[in-house]
């Protein structure tokens, strides 16, 4: 028999051990900024260079984070789990922690790409300025997925998770779409599970079982779990 399918939906709070700050915790990013100034497609028009500073700023920011136990240990379920990691996150933190098939519903801080055509994608490892162009002749832009933006990839997650035999969620408030709506692909009779500081809202399904504890000690209680 193949391994079984494990499948993790993650968010912010995976990383905030290692020193990233999340979005709507009280200490959250959001919290020193408007999204509307910096995360939507409106913000790129009318201040690139503010957005630009944005995510300059994240990009520094992850290229000092190392990746934490938990992002770790999932990479370590590949042992005995076929895992696909499905992030909200647009750090590397669970490349860099050894997991090897990630999917970034929210793009990558490391990719920049053409404003005018999204499959002209580049790294990126320093900052971004105006007046950097693609081979189109176009700006580059943050391949990142702003507010107001389609998230092509929810396509390609929704099998997955629908195929999933294991579902795992870590540290994600939930609340922003179609992210949060994943979790209502999964089979009823999957067992869940999910890790959270402070667990979020969902409604009421069965075989889950709630961890509320820092993404470290949670997916530590995660793996005891899964090997009874
Ligand atoms: N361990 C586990 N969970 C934690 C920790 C921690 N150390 N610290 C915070 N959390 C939890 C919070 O309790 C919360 O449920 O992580 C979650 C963070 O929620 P958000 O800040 O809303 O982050 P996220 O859910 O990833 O946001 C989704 O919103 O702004 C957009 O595109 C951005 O991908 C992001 C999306």
């Keep these: 028999m193949g391994k079984k399918k494990l499948v993790v939906l993650t968010g912010a709070g995976i990383s905030a051990e290692s020193g990233l700050r999340t979005f709507r915790d009280s200490d959250g990013l959001w919290e020193g900024y408007n999204v509307t100034d910096v995360a939507t497609p409106r913000a790129w028009r009318k201040d690139p260079q503010l957005v630009l500073d944005f995510y300059n700023e994240r990009r520094k920011n992850v290229a000092d984070a190392k990746p934490n136990a938990a992002h770790i240990g999932l990479a370590e ?12 996150n647009i750090d590397d933190l669970h490349e860099r922690g050894g997991s ?7 793009g990558e801080i490391f990719k920049m790409r053409s404003e005018k055509n999204e499959s002209l994608i580049y790294e990126i490892r320093g900052d971004m300025k105006l007046g950097d162009v693609a081979e189109d002749g176009a700006q580059l832009r943050p391949n990142i997925v702003w507010f107001e933006e389609p998230v ?14 294991i579902f795992v969620v870590v540290g994600t408030s939930l609340v922003v779409y179609p992210a949060a709506g994943l979790i209502n692909y999964v ?13 979020p809202y969902t409604s009421p399904m069965p075989n889950l079982t709630l961890i509320e504890k820092p993404a470290t000690a949670g997916v530590e209680d995660l793996k005891r779990l899964l090997r009874q």
Excluded: G, R, W
């Design 77 to 88: 379920l590949e042992k005995d789990f076929d895992v696909t990691i499905i992030t909200q």
């Design 100 to 106: 090897s098939n990630v999917m970034h519903l929210h």
């Design 152 to 165: 092509p990839m929810i396509e390609l997650a929704v099998p997955v998770v629908y195929s999933a035999d």
């Design 187 to 199: 089979e009823q009779e999957v067992p869940k599970f999910i890790i959270d500081k402070k667990i």
